[in-house]
């Protein structure tokens, strides 16, 4: 396979894997808002390091990691499912205000939420199976090829991918930064926490009704 097609083949993969709107997008787009685009895109550094060991398991054909994470990917989905609702919760009852905003470039408390969007990230066997599905798809890229090379380029071009995905994503949300008001600010929290809850009630559902 040309080069060229392998590394956007693995930027629209990354694309693909951090754009739907979950809940470490929520995060970042909150953190963007308090603490400034710099402070939003590095939080999403632990989804893309996630995103990464999904990729190199995929990539590389980890038999060992893909068995463990068919094998009890029901505990994994009720651990992430109560961490969601956790985390839904504990956003509904904090109060931002614009008086909370940081100068632009604040660190705040910066290592706790790449380990929380790390996290999120890699208790989702949904993502490892999809990943499997679409490196099996793309461009004939047989799951445990020998090329390494191949594999290690696709993989570095997934993580790039998600990276420029909470770059995009950051600086849109800068933009409107210095335009948010308080009221702005208590409606984005409020309906990020529910759309969390959500989400973490969608995988408990879902795993009952397995």
């Known amino acids: 396979m040309d080069i060229l097609v392998l590394i956007l083949s693995g930027l629209l993969i990354g694309v693909a ?11 970042c787009i909150r953190r963007t808002l308090k603490y400034g685009m710099l402070n939003g895109f590095v939080s ?3 989804a893309a390091v996630g995103d990464g060991v999904f990729a190199i398991v995929a990539a590389f054909g980890v038999t ?14 009720l651990i992430g499912g109560v961490f969601l609702l956790g985390l839904g ?37 949904a993502t490892m199976l999809g990943f499997i599905a679409i490196f099996g798809g793309v461009a004939d890229f047989t799951i445990g090829t020998e ?5 290690s380029i696709l993989v570095a071009s997934v993580i790039g991918g998600s990276v420029l995905w909470w770059a995009a994503i ?18 984005l929290n409020k309906v990020s926490a529910v759309i969390i809850v959500l989400f973490g009630a969608g995988i408990l559902a879902r795993l009952l009704l397995a």
Not at 147 to 151: G, I
Not at 178 to 187: E, H, K, P, S, V
Request: aromatic share 12%.
């Open 64 to 77: 060992a990691v893909i068995s463990f994470v068919a094998a009890y990917s029901g505990w994994l989905q």
């Open 147 to 151: 090329d390494y090379m191949r594999a």
């Open 170 to 187: 950051t600086g849109f949300v800068s933009l409107f930064r210095d335009r948010m008001t308080d009221t702005g600010l208590a409606i």
């Open 17 to 27: 894997v951090a754009a739907p709107i979950g809940p470490v997008n929520l995060i």
């Open 89 to 125: 919760v504990r956003t509904w009852f904090d109060h931002p205000h614009l008086d909370d905003k940081l100068p632009e470039g604040s660190l705040g408390d910066l290592l706790p939420v790449i380990s929380v969007t790390f996290f999120l990230t890699i208790t989702n066997p």
């Open 44 to 46: 999403g550094a632990g």
